[in-house]
């Protein structure tokens, strides 16, 4: 049921003169090494890999033959950065693909000279660039950000599939620096709605259980997940504890609703990850990173998972309908 094409990107950048980042970069195909960095784990999120490894495919990469994969994945965990991050330079990779805000920026602290290209909520916000036109130092990449009127959705979306909801709870990591901007958004967005919002942190997969606890003793009526590596990495358990306490949820990448979760609203990321390709092609090419401007989404898509509404005993409004990229029956 997938209507259109859901993501379109501001332009691509035209490839710089070669810098000192990129000299390191710089390769013969033969003998490049480039690293996958996944904040998540490579049993529920292989799907981003195979997508990088797909962009990198149709730039002539084939693995085996001119190009290395070395991948790392943090099992949800932020604590195992650093020692991913030693890994990949002792394996004296050219360049690093990191997933998430945590990824990046224990990246960035690791290493100052191999270049890196990320995908992550609000780069600017959480001090991974200086500038998206320009970003500085070795970092370059993708948002997954745009301002607030992208998480203001989340709820705006919400109240429409469940008109009557009047409190609603906040299932967030507070350990993860982008998180706390959501937060804020999400506040100032609830008392428009005339919404109250319960706030859920969570930092550890043990910690799902009581949270649910918690939030249905509240009286919560829905709940808005925040996307966050933690949450992304065990989606199967978190939309299960939704199903099972009848709360209707709404997430922020359409992963959760692949796997029975009621309604996303995001970018995604698969696409970003073949899109990311196009720049570690132009900086093992010669590119400096610094010269690379952070490209932002323009376009997100809505996907809404019809079989679980039917579960909640949810009819879906037919304007929502309308306008939802994909439904899933």
């Known amino acids: ?48 890999l195979d997508a990088f490894r797909g962009g990198m495919r149709e730039h002539g990469y084939v693995d085996g033959q001119n190009v290395t994969f070395v991948e790392r994945w943090a099992e949800g965990r932020s604590e195992r950065f650093p020692e991913l991050i030693g890994e990949l330079l002792s394996l004296k990779v050219n360049v690093i693909l990191a997933v998430s805000v945590p990824a990046a920026l224990a990246a960035k602290r690791g290493t100052a000279t191999i270049p890196i290209v990320f995908i992550a909520s609000d780069p600017l916000g959480t001090g991974l660039v200086a500038s998206l036109a320009r970003p500085g130092a070795n970092l370059t ?7 607030d009127e992208f998480s203001s959705k989340w709820l705006e979306l919400l109240k429409e599939a469940v008109p009557h909801v009047s409190g609603v709870a906040l299932l967030w990591n507070p350990t993860n620096p982008a998180s706390s901007h959501y937060v804020t958004v999400l506040r100032g967005a609830a008392d428009k709605l005339g919404i109250v919002l319960q706030l859920q942190p969570v930092n550890d997969p043990d910690q799902f259980e009581h949270a649910f606890t918690t939030i249905v003793a509240a009286r919560a009526q829905a709940l808005v997940v925040v996307v966050d590596p933690l949450t992304v990495r065990y989606r199967g358990r978190i939309v299960e504890l939704a199903t099972t306490n009848q709360l209707p949820a709404m997430y922020g990448f359409r992963e959760f609703v692949d796997v029975g979760g009621l309604i996303a609203y995001g970018v995604n990321v698969p696409y970003l990850c073949r899109r990311a ?53």
């Open 141 to 147: 990449g993708f948002s997954l950000f745009l301002g």
């Open 277 to 329: 390709a196009v720049y570690v092609d132009k900086i093992v090419k010669g590119a400096t990173p610094a010269d690379l401007p952070v490209e932002q989404p323009t376009r997100f898509e809505l996907v809404i998972n019809l079989k679980t509404a039917k579960t909640l005993g949810l009819e879906i409004p037919p304007t929502l309908l309308a306008r939802a990229d994909e439904g899933i029956e």
């Open 1 to 48: 049921m997938r209507r259109r094409e859901f993501i379109t990107l501001i332009g691509g950048a035209a490839t710089w003169p070669l810098g000192v980042n990129a000299q390191e970069a710089q390769r013969s195909f033969s003998q490049v090494r480039v690293a996958f960095l996944g904040a998540e784990s490579q049993s529920t999120n292989h799907h981003f």
